[in-house]
């Protein structure tokens, strides 16, 4: 589970300050959203009949899978 990165020098923000993934982006700004935030942009508008789990794995973000791993 989780995303198969083999080291963090293939991440653009691992590194690199907010200006240089700025400039990296050819962007005036970037801005990122709280785990929350993104939830709530996520969901946003699906209608909840009786499934309240709606949603998708955040535990890359977060940690907490939703099964356990055995590493």
């Known amino acids: 589970m ?22 990296e982006f050819g962007a005036d700004s970037v801005r990122y ?9 996520v969901v946003a508008g699906i209608k909840r009949h009786s499934n309240w789990e709606i949603g998708h794995c955040m535990a890359c973000l977060t940690g907490k899978y939703p099964t356990n791993l055995d590493w």
């Open 33 to 41: 959203l709280s785990v929350e935030g993104l939830q709530r942009a």
């Open 2 to 23: 989780g995303i198969n990165i083999p080291s963090t020098k293939e991440l653009i923000a691992a590194n690199r300050s907010i200006d240089e993934i700025s400039e």
